[in-house]
C-alpha cells in the first residue's frame, strides 16, 4: 500500500515542477488549450443539430403519435449528446498529448534534464513524424483497451448493489492505469520502452500507477482541470516513469538550468534500451 502514497507524491511533485518553472508551465498549455476549443466546438454542433440529425436517422418515428415521437427523438439526443461527452472525457488526453507531442516532449526532457546528477536526458533517435505515428498507434491501442474496459464495467453496473458500488471504484482505478499510461509513454517512449513493455512494467507496480492515475482522472472528468493540471501531469509522469526504471528521481534546485547543466544525450544515469533497468520484453504480454 506504501506505493499507493508514493504515487500521488508523484502527482503533486509534478504539479510544484511546473509552478517552478512558470515558462514550462505556459508552454505545457497550450495543448490543452488547443484541444479544449475543437471538443466544446464539437459538443456544441452537437448541442445545435443533434435533433436534426436525430431527425434524419429516424424516419420511421415520423407516423407516430404525440406526445411518444417527441419522447423519443429526445430521448436520442439525450443519449448521443452524453456518448458525446463520455467519449471526449475518454479521448481528452489522448489527442491533447497528441497534439501537444513537441510540448510535452520539450517538457519531459527539461524534467529528465533536472533530476538527473548529469543533467542529461535520453533522447529519441526518430524523426518527429515517426514519433508522432508512434504516438498516435499506442493511443488507439490504449483507447481500444479502455473501452472493452468500459463496456464489460457497463454491463456489470446492472448487477444489483455491486454494480452501484464495487464496479464504479473499480472503473476509476482502471481509468487512473490507462491515462497514467498515456502520460508515462512521453518518457518512455523516448527510452525506447514500446507499448508491450510499458504495460507489462506498469502491471508490475500497480499501486504505484493507481496511486498517481486514480486521483488525477476523477480530476480529468472536468475537461477544464485537464488543461491546467496536463503540464504538471507530464512532469509528474515522467518522474514516475524514472521511478519504475531506477533513475534518480531526485529533484534539482536551479528552476531554470536544471540541476547539472543543459547537456542531452543517454548519460550513465539515464536509461538505455538492454541496460540494468530495461525491462524483460520477452515474457511482457499485451
Not at 436534426?52 to 407516430?64: E, K, L, R
Not at 477544464?224 to 516513469?241: C, D, H, I, R, Y
Request: proline share 5%.
Amino acid at each position: 500500500m506504501r506505493d499507493l502514497g508514493v504515487g500521488f507524491t508523484y502527482l503533486l511533485k509534478g504539479q510544484r515542477w511546473v509552478a517552478r518553472h512558470g515558462r514550462q508551465y505556459g508552454f505545457g498549455l497550450l495543448p490543452g488549450l488547443i484541444t479544449l476549443v475543437l471538443y466544446a466546438a464539437a459538443l456544441v454542433a452537437l448541442a445545435v443539430w443533434g435533433e436534426d440529425f436525430v431527425g434524419w436517422s429516424t424516419p420511421f418515428a415520423d407516423d407516430w403519435s404525440s406526445p411518444w415521437r417527441g419522447l423519443f427523438r429526445t430521448l436520442l439526443v439525450a443519449v448521443l449528446f452524453a456518448l458525446g461527452l463520455l467519449l471526449a472525457v475518454l479521448t481528452f488526453t489522448a489527442v491533447t498529448l497528441l497534439i501537444g507531442q513537441p510540448f510535452y516532449e520539450s517538457l519531459s526532457e527539461r524534467v529528465d534534464r533536472d533530476l538527473s546528477p548529469d543533467g542529461t536526458a535520453p533522447e529519441s533517435a526518430l524523426p518527429l513524424w515517426r514519433e508522432l505515428w508512434i504516438s498516435a498507434r499506442d493511443s488507439l491501442r490504449i483507447l481500444c483497451r479502455a473501452l472493452l474496459w468500459a463496456v464489460l464495467l457497463f454491463a456489470l453496473g446492472f448487477v444489483p448493489v455491486v454494480g452501484q458500488t464495487v464496479v464504479p471504484v473499480i472503473g476509476f482505478f482502471v481509468t487512473g492505469f490507462f491515462l497514467t499510461e498515456e502520460l508515462a509513454a512521453v518518457a518512455l517512449q523516448r527510452r525506447d520502452v514500446d507499448l508491450r513493455a510499458r504495460l507489462a512494467l506498469f502491471r508490475s507496480r500497480k499501486t504505484l500507477i493507481w496511486g498517481f492515475g486514480t486521483p488525477l482522472g476523477l480530476a480529468f472528468l472536468v475537461p477544464v482541470v485537464a488543461v491546467f493540471l496536463m503540464p504538471g501531469a507530464v512532469a509528474g509522469a515522467t518522474m514516475l516513469a524514472r521511478e519504475l526504471l531506477g533513475e534518480d528521481t531526485s529533484e534539482g534546485d536551479d528552476p531554470d538550468g536544471g540541476a547539472g547543466g543543459g547537456g542531452k544525450g543517454r548519460g550513465d544515469a539515464g536509461y538505455h534500451a538492454g541496460g540494468a533497468h530495461a525491462p524483460d520484453r520477452r515474457n511482457a504480454t499485451p
